[in-house]
């Protein structure tokens, strides 16, 4: 497995670097080992993915996905390559991917969110930014053949998303099969554009200077563009949750967000995000920065937009959680 010890042995052996550099383990992630490589000017991220994730309960998965990763990397680089790093290697046989690495200072976007005080300004540009990032992706691979083929693997989507958040969920919440199957229909059957499948705040690099770039490709896939859409808004609510004062920014950067996605797949994407809730507070990947009480207003705010004869809109859901 790849360490910190070992990064630079395997770079100057796939013969990225000529000479020795310094490693650092990244911390996190919890379905892969990342580690910054600094060469002198040069800054390299080394990742390989793990087949048993590091949570508590038992959830594993195929790392041959960062062969995936791989893949839409290259891809969605060519699309946007202001936004994210530049692929520099990939060793097949290692299961190992090597990358640009973001420039010193930079930090990722769910540290800004969690820690820095609420900014209405700062929060929505950025949320901007991503949602015409996202909707440049989308509408790009939309009925795209050669992608379908490429990406038609939804395996590791069904994996690291579907069965530990909506499947996992439905078993403990059984009230609430009916919008979960809904939602899980949706996921497994629509096969519209590459969806990242993970499209969070934690996986967004921004730096002082206005830039950004996204990370984090292994569980993308062809199918619900939805899915990307709730994730974030997912991701957003439970932070307004955990931060009341920054509610109302939280809230604005959401509907920044979706505004500059443009026209959007809006059916169910307010069942669809309070199942991603829910899996948050209770799946196999609980948020960890929640309290208590947040966790229970989380859960109860979930379940009773699930348990509604019809999906609310993403404003209602809004109001219901975040307020």
């Not at 690495?101 to 820095?116: C, R, T, Y």
């Not at 699930?306 to 307020?323: C, F, H, K, N, R």
Request: hydrophobic content about 50%; some cysteine.
């Amino acid at each position: 497995m790849l360490t910190a010890e070992t990064a630079v042995d395997h770079l100057r052996s796939r013969g990225v670097l000529a000479a020795g550099g310094t490693a650092t383990l990244l911390a996190g992630g919890v379905s892969g080992v990342v580690v910054l490589v600094s060469a002198g000017e040069r800054r390299l991220v080394v990742k390989q993915a793990l087949d048993r994730l590091g949570v508590a309960t038992e959830w594993r998965a195929k790392p041959e996905r960062l062969l995936t990763e791989a893949a839409a990397l290259s891809l969605l680089h060519s699309l946007t390559p202001a936004h994210t790093p530049s692929m520099v290697d990939v060793d097949p046989a290692a299961l190992v991917l090597t990358m640009t690495g973001a420039p010193a200072g930079w930090q990722s976007w769910k540290s800004v969110l969690l820690d820095e005080p609420p900014s209405g300004a700062r929060f929505a540009g950025v949320a901007a930014t991503l949602g015409r990032i996202l909707g440049a992706w989308h509408r790009a691979t939309a009925g795209d053949a050669s992608v379908a083929a490429r990406f038609a693997d939804y395996e590791a989507f069904e994996q690291l998303r579907v069965a530990p958040f909506h499947r996992f969920v439905r078993s403990r919440h059984p009230a609430l099969r009916a919008a979960i199957d809904a939602c899980v229909d949706d996921l497994t059957s629509a096969r519209e554009c590459l969806v990242h499948g993970d499209f969070s705040p934690k996986n967004v690099l921004v730096g002082p200077d206005g830039g950004l770039w996204v990370l984090d490709f292994e569980v993308a896939h062809v199918g619900a563009a939805v899915f990307d859409l709730a994730f974030l808004q997912c991701h957003l609510l439970l932070k307004a949750v955990h931060r009341p004062a920054a509610a109302t920014a939280l809230r604005g950067a959401a509907a920044a967000f979706l505004a500059a996605y443009g026209p959007a797949p809006v059916d169910r994407l307010g069942w669809h995000t309070a199942c991603l809730l829910l899996s948050r507070v209770d799946g196999k990947s609980p948020a960890d920065y929640l309290t208590a009480d947040g966790r229970a207003q989380v859960r109860v705010s979930a379940v009773r937009a699930l348990a509604a004869s019809a999906s609310p809109t993403i404003e209602e859901l809004w109001e219901e959680v975040g307020g």
